[in-house]
T-cell receptor
Framework: GAVVSQHPSWVICKSGTSVKIECRSL??????MFWYRQFPKQSLMLMAT?????????EQGVEKDKFLINHASLTLSTLTVTSAHPEDSSFYIC???????????FGPGTRLLVL | GNSVTQMEGPVTLSEEAFLTINCTYT??????LFWYVQYPGEGLQLLLK?????DKGSNKGFEATYRKETTSFHLEKGSVQVSDSAVYFC?????????????FGTGTLLAVQP
């Protein structure tokens, strides 16, 4: 149980285009989902907290107009990278939670490459 | 503020060797502590956890003890296997923005050779 999927797993796009990444909880309902960004050999950095039916809460330094988050249902959250640029290339990971012990269930990640 | 520091990798061991991956933290209050593991091509999975001082988390032969006096949560395993090859992340929980969030260390790549 507690499986989180992400789609796509890999995406390459041209600079200036927008890319949407989906995060789904497959066998449970997730009122809260988290979006992380991971650079090579670095930690996961929390970008935003997504709550079903309300606006996302962004961490300091994350541009909310650049990274649009929508959590329209209890099983789906989406991250849209708008007008992507090469510096947006990264590994994006979503998770669902927190559970009673504060842990989270993680998706497998989406690798974005902006040319 | 809150932060997690873990030893840099990669850590390369032979099968059946003893494993230690160091993790120290700074935190306000009393966070829960976690070790997550990421196998190639997969998402992070919770390996073990400890929610208060002196708690020992254990799973699949891995152990870690929540040491408040040294602010540490070192991961250990007595005899590693090739299948343990993965990236290991130490993390702590903190309360922010009306929910519990996680902050991670940089991850340690473990490579176990037969």
């Amino acid at each position: 149980g507690a499986v989180v999927s992400q789609h796509p797993s890999w995406v390459i796009c041209k600079s200036g285009t927008s890319v949407k990444i989906e995060c789904r909880s497959l066998d449970f309902q997730a009122t809260t989902m988290f979006w992380y960004r991971q650079f090579p050999k670095q930690s996961l950095m929390l970008m935003a907290t997504s709550n079903e039916g309300s606006k996302a809460t962004y961490e300091q330094g994350v541009e909310k107009d650049k990274f649009l988050i929508n959590h329209a249902s209890l099983t789906l959250s989406t991250l849209t990278v708008t007008s992507a640029h090469p510096e947006d290339s990264s590994f994006y990971i979503c998770s669902a939670g927190p559970t009673r012990d504060s842990s989270q269930y993680f998706g497998p990640g989406t690798r974005l490459l902006v040319l | 503020g809150n932060s997690v520091t873990q030893m840099e990798g990669p850590v390369t061991l032979s099968e059946e060797a003893f494993l230690t991956i160091n993790c120290t933290y700074t935190a306000t209050g009393y966070p829960s502590l976690f070790w997550y593991v990421q196998y190639p091509g997969e998402g992070l999975q919770l390996l073990l956890k400890a929610t208060k001082a002196d708690d020992k988390g254990s799973n699949k032969g891995f152990e870690a003890t929540y040491r408040k006096e040294t602010t540490s949560f070192h991961l250990e395993k007595g005899s590693v296997q090739v299948s343990d090859s993965a990236v290991y992340f130490c993390a702590l929980s903190y309360y922010g923005g009306a929910t519990n969030k996680l902050i991670f260390g940089t991850g340690t790549l473990l490579a176990v050779q037969p």
